[in-house]
């Protein structure tokens, strides 16, 4: 049984309106709605085509089991649950360093609008929870800004609330971010000593900034030759590094700082050391889940923001009672 055919048997299904001039329309009062629950739009899965035959029904066997934990235990009140997967394989096929398919479940709150006096569920989302297998947890898979050559951490999986410090494995394999704007992030790993990305040395970072000086930007000598003496100093400890004018230069580049400082950036690679690749690319290697939702000022202008806020900590506290399982899920 597919996701949908699932899905289907669980829900029922409402008015689809992505465009609202697409048809004649009158709309009426969406107020009326705000206590109406159990609304639900499927769509359809995508990208099935680009995972083998014989890895999908691991895949969707994985999503099936998510599917069921949000929807055994949340139900939409004053919004629509459009629910869907995607199945995507393409960061794998352009970064070989990491290994696994990469397939997404997202749960999105969406606004009910009053259309020929029936509810009907708008192309716009209040926010969502994702539950992403095998996709990257800081953009470590990715190809890089081309000016410094690597991806950066997100702050705010650093510069916390209660402190400042770098993330790091953990012997649980669950760690939560929570970030000024609302949002919610896990990782889920396997236990142990590393993580699926590791951060660039100082070493690493003025190497990669003197080939990309040479290869194009030649006329910078003066920059050239700051980078160039910088790395006869460096050490491989993590490379905390913020864009700065060059000391001795009348131009701008990168300069080394703190872990306090605002400031910093601080870069990621792939750790292809972290995934086992005798197990088949459909296995969860690692796991990130994200909950995000729209400002909650913006929310609470609505006539039942509230409501959405409460729906939007309902989510989180489903994942958190699911994470034991989902950890369990990684192999």
């Given amino acids: 049984m597919t996701i949908v055919r699932c899905v289907l048997l669980l829900v029922a299904l409402v008015t689809w309106n992505a465009s609202p001039a697409s048809a004649q329309r009158n709309y009426c009062d969406a107020s009326q709605f705000n206590a109406l ?3 639900w739009k499927v769509q359809a899965d995508e990208n099935t085509s680009q995972v083998p035959a014989g890895e999908l029904p691991a ?3 994985v999503m099936r089991r998510v599917l069921e934990m949000f929807q055994s235990s949340f139900v939409p009140t004053g919004a629509a649950g459009l629910v869907g997967v995607n199945y995507d394989i393409v960061p794998h096929a352009l970064n070989k360093s990491r290994y696994g398919n990469t397939y997404t479940f997202t749960l999105s709150h969406h606004k009910i609008e009053c259309v020929n006096d029936k509810p009907a569920v708008m192309d716009v989302s209040y926010g969502n929870v994702s539950v992403q297998v095998n996709v990257h947890l ?3 898979a990715g190809t ?5 050559g690597f991806n950066y951490l997100p702050r705010g999986y650093y510069q916390l609330k209660d402190g400042i410090a770098l993330p790091t494995a953990n012997a649980e394999g669950i760690q939560e971010f929570n970030f000024r704007d609302g949002t919610t992030v896990w990782w889920l790993t396997r236990t142990g000593g590393a993580l699926p990305f590791r951060f660039v040395t100082q070493r690493e970072f003025l190497t990669r900034q003197i080939e990309i000086v040479q290869s194009k930007f030649a ?4 920059l050239l030759a700051y980078y160039q003496r910088r790395l006869g100093d460096a050490t491989d400890d993590v490379a905390f590094v913020k864009e700065a004018q060059v000391p001795g230069l009348a131009e701008r580049g990168y300069v080394f700082t703190t ?8 870069y990621v690679t792939v750790n292809p050391d972290y995934y086992d690749r005798s197990l088949p690319k459909s296995t969860p290697q690692h796991i990130l889940i994200r909950l995000r939702h729209a400002d ?3 929310l609470n202008q609505l006539g039942n923001g509230a409501r959405h806020l409460e729906s939007f900590q309902k989510l989180r506290e489903i994942v958190r009672a699911n994470l034991p399982e989902l950890r369990s899920m990684v192999k």
């Fill in 138 to 140: 800081v953009e470590e």
């Fill in 259 to 266: 872990l306090e400082d605002r400031a910093n950036r601080i």
């Fill in 296 to 298: 909650a000022t913006f």
């Fill in 144 to 148: 890089g800004d081309a000016h410094v």
């Fill in 59 to 61: 895949e969707r066997k």
């Fill in 219 to 222: 006329s910078r000598t003066g």
């Fill in 37 to 39: 629950t159990n609304m």
